[in-house]
């Protein structure tokens, strides 16, 4: 992965414009944030293979983690924090937001064919 320039990764995401794709999408602040603070629980969201059409998507930001919304016709999806990107199988793109210490705490994927399990 590499750090995001957002003129590269808005072209991407421009690329699935209306298009029937498939969404991976996760956050998480870690499995074991309540073992470490006993104060913080332990939250998070999945969804993968979400088939989707969207008709705009968005990357904003200044750096170092960016916003990234994909308009539909009935709503939106977007995950905030994201920090790094790639191409994956040469027709995956996956962003993902790290923090300080290399942790995952927020994924966005986007795909033509689903994703495995």
């Given at each position: 992965m590499e750090p995001i320039k957002i003129d590269t990764v808005q072209e991407k995401l421009d690329s699935f414009l209306n298009k029937d794709v498939y969404i991976h999408i996760e956050t998480t602040n870690g499995a074991y944030a309540s073992h470490f603070d006993q104060q913080s629980y332990n939250v998070g969201a999945y969804v993968r293979n979400a088939s989707v059409t969207f008709n705009?998507?968005?990357?904003v930001g200044e750096g170092p983690a960016y916003r990234v919304g994909l308009k539909m016709e009935k709503g939106w999806?977007?995950?905030?924090?994201?920090?790094?990107?790639?191409?994956?199988?040469?027709?995956?793109?996956?962003?993902?937001?790290?923090?300080?210490?290399?942790?995952?705490?927020?994924?966005?994927?986007?795909?033509?064919?689903?994703?495995?399990?």
């Open positions: 705009q998507a968005k990357i999806i977007y995950a905030e924090g994201l920090t790094d990107w790639t191409m994956h199988e040469e027709e995956k793109m996956l962003m993902a937001g790290h923090d300080r210490e290399g942790r995952l705490m927020v994924a966005l994927q986007i795909s033509e064919t689903p994703f495995d399990y």
